[in-house]
């Protein structure tokens, strides 16, 4: 009896299945029209509630201490109030890691001081009163030297910088975190051995970058 040979013919295989060529192009295509129209939506958005830079003004200055017999090190204690407005109608303005330094002549005369978080609504303006100075800083000879001079003289150049992070907010739409740098120079009457608030010879609208 004849045995049954097995079927030593390979199997076939089915051919892998081909994705139309013009699928991928249209996914491609979708996705870049969804991403566009979220882009037109996110930008009008934008426009309406209108985010603008924040202005910042020197208003009033104080002075407590200015000591500058140990050089190379110079003592201060200043009081600023500072007036911030934010200008747009429909967008508040957060701020966090605010920190605030006083400089005479591009060197520090004071260290870094932390200032509160603040929160600025539409259309308002908020004044705040940072005290800068009470440690000793190590300057250059020549700036102590101008410093006591143009105490002498009854008028010092100053530049008080803040720095920090704000984010803008308009109708439940969060911007991404900008850095803040705010310049404010002024010109204030400070004669050696007074204490007190001074006079505010010169004080343009802060320099602001963001």
């Not at 200043?78 to 407005?85: D, I, K």
């Not at 303005?93 to 603040?118: C, G, N, R, V």
């Not at 310049?183 to 963001?210: H, Q, R, T, W």
Request: aromatic residues 6%; hydrophobic residues 40%.
């Amino acid at each position: 009896m004849a045995e049954d040979k097995p079927n030593s013919s390979p199997e076939k295989k089915s051919p892998p299945l081909r994705r139309r060529p013009g699928s991928r192009s249209l996914i491609s295509a979708i996705i870049l029209a969804v991403l566009i129209l979220a882009g037109i939506i996110i930008l009008t958005l934008w426009l309406v509630y209108d985010p603008r830079k924040p202005q910042f003004r020197v208003l009033n200055v104080a002075v407590f201490n200015i000591n500058t017999t140990s050089p190379p090190f110079i003592s201060t204690a200043m009081q600023f109030t500072v007036v911030t407005r934010n200008p747009s109608k429909r967008t508040s303005i957060h701020y966090t890691h605010l920190s605030a330094i006083l400089l005479y002549k591009d060197q520090a005369i004071t260290p870094p001081m932390m200032l509160p978080p603040l929160v600025h609504g539409p259309k308002t303006t908020v004044a705040m009163s940072p005290v800068l100075g009470g440690s000793p800083v190590e300057v250059l000879a020549e700036v102590g030297y101008s410093l006591e001079a143009d105490e002498a003289y009854g008028a010092v150049s100053l530049r008080m910088v803040i720095k920090g992070k704000l984010k803008f907010k308009g109708g439940g739409i969060w911007s991404r975190s900008y850095g803040m740098n705010v310049k404010c120079d002024v010109v204030v009457a400070a004669n050696k051995g007074f204490v007190g608030e001074v006079g505010v010879i010169s004080s343009p609208p802060c320099e602001v970058d963001l």
